[in-house]
């Protein structure tokens, strides 16, 4: 079958040998193999091939043209050290479902698309969904040119080194009217389908998520000569404000993570003068959501002020709840032998034969719901484990994924 041997091409792209994960930041040497990559697999099937203004790369079957396409994919880029489904399950079983449409015999009446949305993760610039926020007017040109990553270097500067043009990325409503339809499928980043028992899902909602970033500063001084009581420490306020974050979120029943630290002068023997954390924070509504950031910001001024130390907060990223289109989630409920009714809130009857659920996780779908009929898949997740490469789907619910998601392309592009 074609998913294995794509499958096991794509497997070494960017993996890392220290730690088993991968390392496909946006716009690297393995960024760069994994889209030529993609490019190989759309000629090597006759697809018609084109790299929009944003650097999100396109295969066709048919004339894009002709408007009402039906799209699918996902992403191709990783966290750090991530897992190896995250994203390129969608991509490569995008391509396997196409194979089994033309085993199939099927007629298409519309065009399908295969789409590898560039930057998904925000690994190296701190936001996530660049290429499909870029595209749908999500996020303006200059404050995608204010991007910088780790190193100082700003994301045109990125895509200038690797050959692309900065110059000419934003905004593309002629692409998107061409779209009728987008369905992502994704591994599952959590256990409901496990704990079901069922191999694939459909997504009901994403739920409201951000990333604030906490800055605390202090004074910097010597470890060994600074007595306790003068020392203005911001990590012993940073340390308190991620214990509070953790009883914020279990009071209200939502979660709260400090991932990410950046800490000045970063010396063993010397006071910090600054501590940056980066708090992601979601909910399944957005009252929740805001109570718990409200609440952890509110404990992080109270450490602050009690440690003699400033804390300035700062909102770097947000998404409100997505509401996936009803009908075309009803539509694909029906092609895959479900029936949604009265599981608005992504609960799954016994009587289902594939469960709606909703996630706490962000998506390309996500972003795009807001121009355009959009959608998901997921396929079990036996662990649950994601970000991590400890990430996991079996073979056969991959199998499965493919299969369910060649079905949803002919309901959909065969009417």
Known sequence: MSFHRMWAELLPVGRSSASGGYRRYAWTGADADCRAWFREQAEARGLTYELDRNGNQWAWLGDPAAGNAVVTGSHLDSVPDGGAFDGPLGVVSAFAALDELRARGARLTRPVGIVNFGDEE????????????????????????????????????????????????????????????????????????????????????????????????????????????????????????????????ELAGAVATFGKISVEPNGVNAIPSLVRGWLDSRAADQESLDT??????????????????????????????????????DELARILGSDTEGNDAGGSGAELKVPVLGTGAGHDAGILSGRIPTAMLFV?????????????????????????LADALEGLACT
Not at 317 to 323: D, G, I, Q
Not at 382 to 404: L, M
Request: glycine share 10%.
């Open 122 to 249: 925000g690994a190296r610039f701190g936001l996530a969904c660049v290429g499909s926020r870029l595209t749908a007017g999500a996020l303006t040109v200059e404050q995608a040119h204010r991007l910088t990553d780790g190193d100082g270097i700003t994301l045109p500067q990125a895509m200038e080194n690797a050959g692309y043009d900065p110059d000419a990325i934003g905004p593309d409503p002629e692409r998107l009217a061409r779209i009728g339809a987008f369905v992502e499928l994704h591994v599952e980043q959590g256990r409901a389908l496990d704990l079901s028992g069922d191999r694939i899902g459909i997504a009901s909602a994403i739920w409201p998520h951000g990333r604030w970033r906490f800055d605390f500063r202090g004074e910097a001084n010597h470890a060994g000569t600074t007595r306790l009581a003068d020392r203005r420490d911001p990590m012993l306020s940073y340390a308190e404000t991620v214990l509070a974050a953790r009883r914020e979120a």
């Open 292 to 329: 718990v950031v409200g609440g952890v910001e509110k404990a992080a001024r109270e450490y602050a002020t009690a440690h003699g130390v400033d804390l300035d907060v700062v909102r770097e990223s947000f998404t409100p709840v997505v509401e996936f289109d009803h009908a075309l989630r």
């Open 380 to 404: 079990r997740n036996p662990t649950g484990v994601s970000h991590s490469p400890a990430e996991y789907a079996a073979e056969d619910d991959c199998v499965a994924g493919v299969s369910a």
